[in-house]
């Protein structure tokens, strides 16, 4: 007896090699068909959802914030700033009142205690709304959207409160955020509207060109689109330049393969159904395969001198939140 379990069939056929016809289902690589209208119905229902969710969590994400270290972005020269920079000797006209006399007093010449100067950077956030980031495994967990949605306006709270300028970035460019009471509100209203106006078979990763140069773009996605897509675009976004920090986010049963017996999967993105008989033998291979990509992603965003951090949403977000934040605070 079957069963149906509405997991992308993407990782599937990537991971297990099925990139022919299973189980007398159609498939072709080459075909783009529109999405079926009840895949953009629930689209629509998922978006009207996040939307009754939105203010639980941007309670969440400041709540989350509030734990995290401030951080600064020292940019290595003299300037206006609170961090102790050098001191150098006074100059002929030196107003007085930047004399160091402390110092002074200790040689036999005049110096001037210079800081460091601060400068707020542009971040921009992008969000993976394609159809696979709208499924989860089970009631008791939050769907991989929902997860994201929360990762980044918890890193945008943070960087807002250091007093950086967060951005948002759809595949038009980018937004022109809704009024609110505040930025923090801002983008998760922005957020919100991108959702409501997405389609399943929108693009998981942001175009190249849309970025400005010498940008830090903060991107969620579960990475379920072709390696070829990913690895195109961090190296793009690498010869902008652009610095990108992803986060992959995915639900467990993408990494254990729980299931048993003759199983169906059903597409998310309109891929053709997948059926399986005794699916539990594949667990060995399918983790291994899994383990994998994950060092393929690791390999290849490094390369770029890009970041990434993983995040399964049965774990809790602060220890991914936590890296997050260490690879944006290091000086580069």
Same mark, same amino acid.
């Given at each position: 007896m079957s069963r149906f379990r509405p997991i992308p069939t993407t990782l599937l056929r990537r991971f297990l090699?099925?990139?022919?016809?299973?189980?007398?289902?159609?498939?072709?690589?080459a075909a783009t068909p529109s999405?079926?209208?009840?895949?953009?119905?629930?689209?629509?229902?998922?978006?009207?959802?996040?939307?009754?969710?939105?203010?639980d969590l941007l309670l969440h994400a400041s709540h989350i914030a509030t734990t995290l270290a401030a951080g600064r972005h020292p940019q290595r020269r003299a300037g206006w700033g609170d961090t102790f920079w050098q001191y150098r000797p006074a100059q002929p006209g030196e107003p007085v009142n930047r004399i160091d006399w402390r110092q002074s007093a200790r040689t036999a010449r005049a110096h001037v205690r210079e800081t460091e100067a601060e400068a707020?950077?542009?971040? +921009? /956030?992008?969000? %993976?709304?394609?159809?696979?980031?709208?499924?989860r495994s089970g009631h008791a967990l939050p769907g991989k959207l929902d997860r994201a949605i929360l990762l980044l306006l918890s890193m945008a709270a943070l960087l807002l409160r250091n007093g950086e300028r967060?951005?948002?970035?759809?595949?038009?460019?980018?937004?022109?955020?809704?009024?609110?009471?505040?930025?923090?509100e801002r983008l998760a209203l922005g957020l919100c509207e991108l959702a409501a106006n997405s389609s399943p078979m929108d693009a998981a990763l942001p175009p190249p060109a849309l970025v400005p140069r010498?940008?830090?773009?903060?991107?969620?996605?579960? +990475? /379920?689109?072709? %390696?070829?897509?990913?690895?195109?675009?961090?190296?793009?976004?690498?010869?902008?330049?652009?610095?990108?920090?992803?986060?992959h986010v995915s639900d467990p049963a993408e990494s254990t393969l729980p299931y048993t017996g003759r199983t169906e999967f059903c597409g998310l993105e309109h891929e053709p159904p997948l059926e399986l008989p005794h699916v539990q033998s594949l667990r060995t291979d399918y983790a291994a395969l899994v383990a994998a990509r994950s060092q393929w992603l690791e390999q290849t965003t490094g390369h770029c001198g890009h970041t990434l951090a993983h995040h399964q949403t049965d774990q809790s977000p602060l220890p991914t939140l936590l890296a997050l934040h260490a690879q944006m605070s290091q000086r580069v």
């Open positions: 090699g099925r990139d022919q016809p299973v189980a007398g289902a159609p498939f072709s690589p999405p079926p209208v009840s895949a953009t119905a629930d689209m629509a229902c998922a978006a009207q959802t996040l939307a009754t969710r939105l203010p707020a950077q542009t971040v +921009l /956030l992008w969000c %993976d709304f394609s159809g696979s980031m709208q499924w967060v951005l948002l970035l759809s595949p038009s460019g980018i937004v022109s955020l809704p009024p609110a009471p505040n930025a923090l010498r940008a830090r773009l903060l991107l969620a996605s579960d +990475l /379920l689109c072709p %390696d070829t897509h990913i690895h195109d675009c961090l190296h793009q976004l690498a010869a902008h330049p652009a610095r990108a920090y992803v986060l």
